[in-house]
């Protein structure tokens, strides 16, 4: 029997998604543009106050900018907030905090299932508050799904162990709906164990506590489990009772999930009743809900219960499309699953399993014997897979399968060994209408081989356990082989008997006008679904137009920021001009002014070697005529004359010069502290003539100056230009400038 999921979805409000979207990229854009406004501005204000310009009118762009953001703001209606960091909004914790009512108890659920593997204790914790929440605020279905969420991915065994423990903490609390949930959802667990006493047992505890405060939405959530307990049991007709008691709760109290789900497990007995018409009818009235809201589990399984009645109709052709679109969806889901980045995908390939076990089924009835065995065998692999999760009904499902197919290709020893795994394992967990089946086809086997006893004691036996649980579909295929057996053995009265119980259950249940309205029913499902279809896309459609006219102003607004912004940018650009304009004029007026004043200096310090080339001069003549007349002074005053000219000399070297480099430093500050740290191998000499050059004064000059020879001063400004590292095409000169 395909499984529901009975968690619920809950779709997000997206009414005003595109208008949030708008209104965050024109709000960051408007805030970008501030931003650049905000420099420009304070970009012009440097200016101007560099040129100490007063009365300069700039446009004041924040207040055009307050007012289209106040438009923009009336326009949308909304503000977004933004600036939260991404990596702490992203979290379920901090999403939490801000939650309220129903958001709140979803995001509780979320985090319950988050840590139900790694932190059982901050499991609970959560699940104590989203359980106390949903009572408070009235969301019985939201408490529900906390109550799946805090076992979801355990093995059974531990869940069952979680639930007595929550049921001892709500019997701490006296908190009767909080019991009843527990006790409803331990019988479930018990269920999946096949433990059907203990099942039965909390299951009717769950309807007892519910009953007592009237409780309806666990009221009917007892009956639906009880429901599906007796389906187990091959009950159908009991559990039908169940069924339709929480069916007209969930409709009365307009719990549309749930009645879907209801709607399924109708169809679903009425399917092994052998009542089609009623199974399609409750089987697509819960399709159309699924594929209303989009719910992919729930959807591939009313498609596969759809295919399989088709498969008793014998219109295999539309089983085959039901069941294909089944496997599609499961097939997408895994994909989707895997590409998400889901590392285990049990639960898929366990869908995918049955898909394939049913399409075996098909092409069997079809005689297409190859592809039988080449989903039924992969089917089988799948479920054998202790990761898949499959229960050991679902194993011998697809060994009954294996079976049958092995009987059609000759291999009896296979079919034997499979059918029996089956008969067995149905006989174990009192699947009684599989049980019969597998019965069925262990007969077949002996009528094979001409064992009409063995072939009539199987038969036999799978009709009486039809009879037993109501299965007009297995009582129908009994009366049909029994038939055939005795036809087979020329026991005609015997052959006619059954044949004529065989055609009169058919006709009873394949009649013209019950076949009528299972069309009529597909038909009504198919017109209703392309309407549904029709107002969906009428929807996508006005959902598009209204994004090209928010695309249409958005596109509109930014134009009016750019162009605003180009005009921001061309006056600013033309402002800064003028001001570069003035700038350079002034820069010329200054530069002028130093060059005159740098000239003025340069021929102070021209006229102050001049000087001293006089001073040296009349020195050195002073001396020259002391020295010539040596002979007329006194022997006592010699040695006196002799110190005056050598203290005269002293003077001529180092007090002139000390004198010229103080005043040449002052003119051209950094000229000996460069030629230092550049050329450090200058000497005193050297350096004085390159002082001397950068004045612009010629070898001669300088070697009078220098009381040297003009030769001299060319030798050693070849000397300095090797230490200067200059080309031969290089001027000396020009160069020294430079520095």
Known sequence: MPRLLINLRHGENKGIKGILILSRIIYRLVLVFHLLVS????????????????????????????SLLLIFTLFVFIRPTFGQGKNTSDTLEYKLKKARGAERIKI????????????SIKSFIYFKEASSLAGELNLPALESNAFECLVNGLKHERAVGRFKRVLSFFQEKNYKAGIGFTLSYLGREYLLQNNFNKSEKYQKMALVTFTGINFQYGIALANERLGVYFISKDEYIKALEYFYMSLQINKNEGYKFEHAVSLYHIGLTEFYLGNYHLAVENMLQSLAYWEQVKNLPNTWNCNEILGNIYIKFELFDTALNYHRIALGIREKAKSAYVLKGGAEISGYDLGIAYSYNNLAEIYLNLHQYDSAYYYALRSLKLKEDENTGASQRDIANSQLNMGNIYAKIGKQDFAFLMLNKAANTYKTIQNISSYAEALYGIGNLYLDLWNYEKAKENYEEGLQKSIDVADKNN??????????????????????DYFRLFTNLKDSIFNKERTNIIEELQIKFEVDRKQHTIENQELVIAQKKRQFAYSLISGALTLLVAIAFIILILRNKRQKEILLQKEAENLRKDLALKEKDLELKNRELVCNVSNIYTKNMVISKVAKTLSSSMSNFKQANSELINDIISELKQNMDNTSWKEFEYRFSKVHQSFYDILDEKFPDLTPSERKICAMLKLNMSSKEIASITMTHPESVDTARSRIRKKLGLEKDENLTEFLNRL
């Not at 501005?41 to 560099?50: A, C, F, M, S, W």
């Not at 509780?108 to 932190?119: A, G, H, M, P, R």
């Open 39 to 66: 420099t420009f501005e304070v970009d012009n204000q440097k200016y101007l106050k560099i040129m100490n310009i007063k009365n300069v009118t700039l446009c004041s762009f924040r207040k055009i900018l307050l």
């Open 108 to 119: 509780l659920n979320l985090l319950i299932q988050k840590y139900v593997l790694e932190d």
């Open 475 to 496: 009582i129908k295929t009994g009366y049909k082989l029994l038939s055939d057996m005795y036809d087979a053995g020329q026991d005609h009265k015997k052959t006619l």
